[in-house]
């Protein structure tokens, strides 16, 4: 057989091994988003991970130490799946406006339509957010957000299309809040109003109007 010429790069090939521990390792993560965010760190029972990702209590263990662990993990991983999203958004590409609702629209569809994220972070609340201080990796996350935040409203400022002199972190807090409270109270809120408030039709005029009142109080001369 010959041999291959010299210098040739051999194809990087991931082994079944790993492609394996990879799979088992977000099978896992995956069980137990849905675990924590269905029933809080406390009533969340491994067995049940397990018997969802089709593990024994040994692979838990294996990759992830403890149930504390676990959690953290979880918690990260669902962070990262809207961090990833956001970095989709080609700021550079267009004008701060249009960036700044395609941004708005992104949170408020994913905050929507994830089946984790919003009951996760209402769990770590009322745990006071003791896990998410012990993680490097969500602060760490954060910071391409940020920085796309500011981007937009420098851009815009320098345009002069946005007039309101606000800080990245501010805003995030708004459009956080604005695409939150419906989903996060959605049944009460349901109870009150006799609405369903996960309704396609409802959730389009909502997330027109998250995005007009955003969108309309950057756009406001102050003067």
């Known amino acids: 057989m010959p041999l291959p010429a010299t210098g040739a790069a051999a194809p990087l090939t991931r082994s079944p091994a790993r492609r394996n521990a990879a799979a088992t390792r977000q099978r896992i993560l995956e069980a137990a988003m849905a675990e924590f ?7 969340s029972r491994i067995d049940r ?21 676990l959690y953290l993990a979880a918690l990260e991983a669902s962070y ?10 080609d700021v550079n590409g267009l004008d701060p ?39 490097q990796t969500i602060p760490h996350l954060t910071q391409p957000l940020l920085s796309s935040l500011r981007t937009i409203l420098k851009r815009g400022q ?4 946005f007039h309101k002199d ?13 695409s939150f409270i419906h989903v996060s109270n959605r049944h009460t809120l349901g109870t009150m109003f006799q609405q ?5 039709d409802w959730l389009a005029k909502r997330r027109a109007i998250v995005v007009d009142i955003l969108t309309s109080y950057l756009s406001a001369d102050p003067g």
Not at 113 to 128: A, K, Q, S, T
Request: with cysteine.
């Open 49 to 69: 991970i397990c018997a969802t990702a089709d593990v024994n209590v040994g692979m838990i263990y294996h990759y992830f130490g403890n149930k504390d662990d």
């Open 37 to 43: 965010s269905d029933h809080g760190f406390s009533g």
């Open 97 to 135: 406006v249009t960036a700044m609702r395609r941004l708005i629209e992104m949170t408020f569809d994913f905050l929507a339509g994830d089946p984790h994220f919003v009951r996760l972070i209402m769990n770590e609340n009322l745990m006071m957010g003791r896990t998410a201080r012990r993680s």
């Open 158 to 161: 320098t345009l002069r299309v």
């Open 166 to 178: 606000i800080d990245a972190e501010n805003l995030y807090v708004s459009i956080l809040g604005l």
């Open 80 to 89: 990262k799946i809207i961090r990833e999203l956001e970095q989709t958004l």
């Open 196 to 200: 369903d408030f996960a309704a396609s």
